[in-house]
């Protein structure tokens, strides 16, 4: 999506709606183009996850039902993805059988004007509502709890005082298959279109891996249509998909699709009275058989015992009782209306999608798995201590943690998990300590988990200790751990390749995990392993404070030549965002030092839509740093505003007290509220992308354009920097500890805090009388900022004034 058509002159670009909190997007005079390329973002946010769980079962690795003609074995990640009508477009023709006019909706491939238009966002679903030639179309798309299917209506209503006839064509394109074996057709039996394929493959043990896998798609219908076509080529014709060949007949031709591209087209002629509404419904998915298929039908369109709702009905309520379980811990009623929106309904959802669906991936990243069921912490605590046993069973005896975590029994180590990375460990006690602080499970720690391939076992606080132990160990004569061919930053991926390099932000990031697990050890009355944890972390600060502060920043790291990179000498790349960020987490900085490298990012670094993650961004291939130099500048780890660096910076800052530079930058991470801003992002506020494009400074006009990929550690450090830093709310093995830090423009602000069982109103309150912050639970003031003894089931009305 290029970007969001600007509506009319004081007309708004998205609004509030309803109960259900949905953002709106209007235009009077013409639909924009990204409404199509939105559902199909709204749709994985929304991701069917106990449906992905299912397929998973019999087919360990996700796969596409509408598919795209990508190069073979050239694709990992598709930012700013450059989609066309073919796919992953659903939409619908509309033709008026006496006038022969033709418009599709919700706009793509037509791309008709139209009297008005809504796309609506909600929370379990969305809907278009779209006015064109005395016709009102709502269409609606919803997904369900168990099935990895799409529910789609739409309605069309006669507005005029005239009878109507029209055709109806519901398009689904399905896309190149498989070059071994594709086809599709009509089933009578089924009442839809369904298209086969053969996953392609070579070695013959992927036969055995593959022969389960749901390679069939299908589209269903409620209604018997009066014609089909399932070739997209005799579809298209000479006409394209904006003036299709076989619509301008008066019936599609009832094709079939022999090793050729299949599409999902239907046709039903109908005749509307003056003020009449007809509705179709359509089921959209993969299934392994035509068996599967038809246990679908009789599912979602079959007779069910409560005769006034049928499955189709009953699954669209019963997927959102499902989303309902994403509900995070915060509740927020501030000054910005629109943070409140976000915060309370779109980040713990994204979250949620992180934890239940492992990214849809079954070998995710260590980190990313890590991370992911850290912010699960604060929705369903149980899925966060599960995740990390699993993790901790797949650590090597000398405490390293493999490149993946393995969630499925038939899964193997794919793309970037065969490359080796160095900073796997330093996540377990980041990580955990949010796990602990939520729900004072401490037991966790003396849980036995065994050691990947060997019998040994021990407690998990063992692992923890040994995976310090490794990152101690890992280290070079100057005191700096090794990168070999990344840390956190995957693409870094030459700067220690031949075992020398070594790594500024995980040699900071190390002395932060040592720190964390010293207060745990502490905790657990382990003050000796405590004590040596902090010895080390006070070697590496000596170390790191000698060799990478650069006068007022820290440098990246060393390089396998001995190259001292990301300082004021280089021409690219003189600063990276992550040492920073996480010196201010770790506390090695000193007043002068803090305020030296606090300047220099916000002089470098920080743009109109966020922190960059490199300035300048590099040009051209730098060999003994990696195949980051080579990504366009601006765009992913090459200096954009890349939101996970971002987090980690904005939780440093609130952990040194930077709370008015914090919650600035935390509020560029979502688009808008302005509309110049949500038209340059090309993103609805319902998500955190991966990026924004950066390089503000070299190319203005394409900077702030959202990556539009959704899969992101950031949003679990937003969170935890809104419980922790803004709001602070954070929990201790005490209680409830707090600490805001609202920005001063703030004069109060709302929030219902659900923790241990408990929920907390809390009204903080701006009094220029105080010096110090004031609290109050249920009438009685504190003498420490902490609410201790909670009790489960409890209600605690909590009055926060502060100075």
């Known amino acids: 999506m290029k970007q969001i058509v600007k509506p009319m002159e004081d007309t708004p670009l998205i609004q509030a709606a309803d109960d259900n909190n949905r953002l709106e997007l209007l235009s009077p005079t013409s639909l924009p183009r990204a409404s199509a390329f939105l559902w199909n973002k709204w749709m994985m946010i929304h991701m ?134 594709q086809s599709g057709e009509y089933r009578a039996d089924l009442c839809g279109i369904v298209c086969s394929s053969v996953t392609p493959y070579q070695k013959y043990t992927d036969y055995f891996n593959n022969k389960d896998f749901k390679d069939k798609t299908f589209l269903i219908a409620d209604r018997i249509p009066d014609s089909w076509e399932v ?44 003020g009449m509404t007809e509705e179709y419904r359509f089921v959209f998915g ?90 699960m912490s604060y929705i369903n605590p149980n899925t966060t201590r599960q995740a990390f046993l699993i993790a901790l069973s797949q650590q090597h005896l000398n405490g390293e943690m493999p ?52 019998t040994e076992a021990a407690a998990v606080a063992e692992h923890i200790n040994r995976a310090m132990y490794w990152l101690i160990k890992d280290r070079d004569k100057r005191g700096l751990n090794f990168i070999n061919q990344g840390d956190w930053c995957d693409p870094m991926n030459m700067v220690g390749y031949k ?19 010293a207060i745990i050890n502490e905790q657990i009355n382990q003050p000796e392993l405590a004590n040596e944890f902090l010895s080390a972390a006070d070697e590496m600060t000596t170390a790191v404070n000698k060799y990478l502060w650069n006068g007022n920043w820290y440098a990246r790291g060393i390089t396998d030549d001995n190259v001292v990179f990301g300082t004021s000498q280089d021409k690219e790349g003189q600063i990276f965002l992550n040492p920073q960020g996480w010196a201010l987490l770790s506390g090695i900085t000193d007043g002068v030092k803090r305020r030296a490298l606090i300047a220099a990012v916000e002089d470098h670094l920080e743009s109109p839509y966020g922190v960059e993650k490199i300035g300048p961004p590099f040009a051209a291939m730098r060999d003994d740093i990696g195949r980051v130099t080579q990504k366009f500048p601006g765009s992913a ?85 809104l419980i922790d830093g803004l709001f602070g709310l954070r929990g201790d093995v005490n209680g409830l500890r707090i600490e805001p830090q609202l920005p001063s423009a703030w004069p109060e602000a709302m929030i219902t805090r659900y923790f241990r069982g408990a929920e907390f109103h809390i009204e903080m309150i701006r009094a220029s009388a105080h010096n110090a912050i004031r609290i109050l639970v249920d009438g009685v003031c504190l003498d420490e900022p902490v609410i201790t003894n909670i009790e489960a089931g409890k209600k605690y009305a909590v009055q926060v004034t502060l100075g």
């Open 637 to 721: 780890e090459n200096g954009s505003v890349y939101n996970h660096a971002s987090a980690f910076y904005i939780h440093g800052l609130y952990s040194v007290g930077e709370k008015e530079r914090a919650y600035r930058l935390l509020r560029k991470m979502i688009p808008g509220p302005n509309q110049d801003d949500l038209i340059q992002r090309g993103q609805l506020p319902v998500f955190i992308p991966n990026y924004y494009r950066g390089a503000y400074k070299q190319f203005p006009r394409t900077a702030g354009r959202s990556s539009q990929l959704f899969n992101t550690g950031t949003v679990h450090w937003f969170y935890r920097s």
């Open 499 to 517: 075992g020398i390099g070594v790594s500024g932000w995980l040699s900071i990031a190390v002395i932060y995990a040592l720190k964390v697990w």
């Open 286 to 375: 993969p299934a392994k058989d035509e068996p599967e298929i038809a246990g679908i039908r009789q599912r979602y369109f079959g007779t069910h015992k409560n005769a006034h709702e049928d499955g189709f009905s009953l699954a669209k309520k019963e997927y959102a009782d499902y989303v309902a379980k994403g509900r995070g811990c915060l509740k927020i009623k501030t000054p910005d209306a629109e943070l409140d929106n976000f915060v309370n309904h779109w980040l713990p959802r994204q979250i949620f999608y992180h934890g239940e669906t492992n990214r849809l991936c079954t070998d995710p990243q260590t980190r990313n798995y890590l991370q992911d069921n850290m912010g």
């Open 48 to 181: 069917n996850c106990r449906g992905y769980a299912v397929a998973q079962f019999m087919q360990p690795e996700p796969a596409k039902y509408a598919h795209a003609p990508n190069l073979e074995a050239k694709t990992f990640m598709q930012p700013e993805q450059p989609y066309y009508a073919h796919h992953p477009g659903r939409f619908f023709y509309i033709k008026d059988e006496d006038t022969g006019q033709l418009f599709s909706v919700p706009f793509e491939p037509v791309r008709s004007t139209v009297e008005s238009f809504t796309f609506s966002v909600g929370k379990n679903d969305i809907h278009w509502k779209i006015r064109k030639n005395n016709l009102l179309i709502e269409m609606c798309l919803s997904l369900t709890e168990n099935d990895l299917v799409e529910l789609w209506s739409i309605k069309v209503s006669n507005t005029s005082s005239d009878n109507r006839r029209l055709s109806i064509y519901p398009y689904f394109p399905v896309g190149y298959m498989s070059w071994m074996n």
């Open 403 to 454: 490149d993946g975590i393995l969630i499925e029994k038939n899964a193997a180590l794919k793309y970037i998990n065969q490359v080796p990375h160095t900073d796997h460990c330093v996540w377990l006690p980041i990580c955990i300590k949010a796990y602990l602080d939520e729900t004072n499970d401490f037991s966790i720690l003396d849980e036995i988990v065994p050691f990947a391939k060997t």
């Open 231 to 274: 070739n997209q080529e005799i579809f298209e014709g000479e006409g394209g998909l904006h003036h299709p060949s076989a619509i301008q007949q008066q019936e599609l031709a009832k094709g079939n699709a022999w090793y050729e591209t299949p599409a999902c087209c239907m046709q039903y002629r109908i005749s509307v009275a003056a």
